[in-house]
């Protein structure tokens, strides 16, 4: 019986243009990608694309073809002395060298600025690869000096045809005589990776004996997956129950569930600034007036973030996440501003009252723009009671304060100087 040593993901990785699967606009009869191997002349450049899609495959394909020295190494896991060593073995042997860095939007701008003298002398050729927006994850410096290519998801027939592949070329899938009766189980639990696909499919056909028959369907795919340990999919729908579980447990007040669910998106690989972004928006809108401090802490935290990188980010993820769940709460401006814009739509563009108006002309101070506004420095307490909001909404209260010490100061402060004009 054959024993395979490697997972079906890896085993299927094609090795050759001809046998890669999707991707046609880069890779197809015209093109880009398949135009620059050609010419043997490769640029910088930076693939962009979800997970499983082809972009690690591709590096090694470029490389093989124009028959490159190939180096790969992992943003995750590596930092500026692992790329130092790439270049410095590059300049060494006078070769021009293809460096392959997966999730490249992991490397803070200090780590990817140590690439650029490289790149600008022609020692290395960066092949970097993201899930994220390269707009914002890499920087200008770098990214001005490499071709941005987008892979797109795979389509369901694209991966109808590897799981067709691997039933007719794998080795080990040939002990067995497979019907694919139904796949949609298999297409939703891989959300479109490639490579989450070919593996759970061998999970599942190793449920059944050597030479026996197996009958792949929706039911048998998902209890199998059922039988599995839990993985985060950062783009799929657990991407997204988890980073709600982890805001709504800051919101709850619970530090000991979100430094939970925090080492759960940091196991799964999750984007450290989308974790600190979700945090200084939650910052605000959970937070808010209660304790303005929280949202100093996160904005502080998100800087932090970009600056150090991982791993020694974890330590100010967590420390701003157990500071904001321990943090008194108030949605009370979050709301203000949805009901503001809801008053809005409903009542369209009502004037401005004339003395709000500025009035830069001759022509419209005659008009009476801002006649009889009162500058509020010039009366006691640098306050006048005078009307701001449009005359049909003169008395329309938008902010309600929470019931916490700090924002009961401030509806402490209203009610003294606008008396019950707004019912503070």
């Keep these: 019986m054959f024993e395979p040593s490697l997972p079906l993901a890896e085993r299927m990785r094609p090795y050759s243009l001809e046998q890669f699967t999707g991707q046609a606009h880069l890779v197809g009869e015209n093109g880009v990608l398949r135009r620059v191997i050609s010419s043997g002349i490769v640029p910088s450049m930076i693939f962009w694309g979800p997970p499983g899609v082809g972009k690690t495959t591709l590096a090694n394909i470029i490389a093989a073809q124009v028959k490159m020295p190939f180096q790969m190494l992992s943003a995750v896991s590596t930092g500026v002395k692992d790329v130092r060593e790439v270049i410095e073995r590059a300049k060494q042997t006078g070769k021009r060298t293809i460096l392959f860095i ?91 990776d490639a490579r989450k696909l070919l593996n759970l499919f061998e999970l599942v ?109 974890e330590i100010i993820l967590s420390q701003t996440a157990v500071y904001l769940a321990c943090s008194a709460k108030s949605n009370a401006s979050y709301m203000a501003i949805k009901t503001a814009r809801q008053l809005v739509r409903q009542t369209g563009d009502l004037p401005v009252p004339l003395h709000l108006r500025n009035a830069p002309t001759n022509l419209m101070k005659q008009q009476g723009y801002g006649k009889n506004y009162e500058y509020s420095h010039n009366y006691e307490n640098h306050f006048s009671v005078q ?14 304060p929470a019931n916490n010490p700090r924002e009961n100061e401030m509806r402490m402060q209203l009610r003294k100087l606008w008396n019950d004009k707004y019912g503070y």
């Design 102 to 192: 997966d999730e490249i939007h992991h490397f803070n701008k200090s780590q990817q600025d140590a690439l650029l003298a490289a790149v600008e002398k022609g020692q290395i050729t960066l092949i970097g690869a993201t899930t994220e927006n390269p707009s914002f994850e890499v920087n200008a410096a770098l990214l001005s000096r490499c071709q941005v290519y987008v892979l797109e998801a795979l389509t369901e027939e694209n991966l109808l045809e590897l799981l067709r592949q691997a039933i007719a070329q794998d080795k080990w899938l040939q002990q067995f005589t497979i019907h694919l009766k139904e796949t949609d189980k298999l297409l939703l639990l891989s959300g479109g």
């Design 205 to 313: 056909v190793e449920m059944s004996d050597v030479g026996s028959t197996v009958e792949i369907t929706d039911e048998l795919v998902q209890h199998v997956a059922q039988t599995q340990t839990a993985r985060y999919d950062k783009v799929g729908e657990q991407h997204y129950d988890i980073a709600s579980a982890f805001i709504k447990s800051l919101r709850g007040s619970d530090p000991n569930a979100a430094v939970y669910w925090l080492a759960r998106m940091l196991e799964g690989g999750e984007n450290l600034k989308f974790i600190a972004r979700r945090m200084l928006i939650m910052a605000s809108e959970d937070i808010g007036n209660a304790n303005p401090t929280a949202m100093i802490l996160a904005n502080n935290c998100f800087q932090a973030v970009a600056a150090v990188g991982y791993p020694e980010a």
């Design 387 to 400: 009307q701001y909001l449009p005359d049909a909404i003169s008395y329309k209260k938008l902010y309600e």
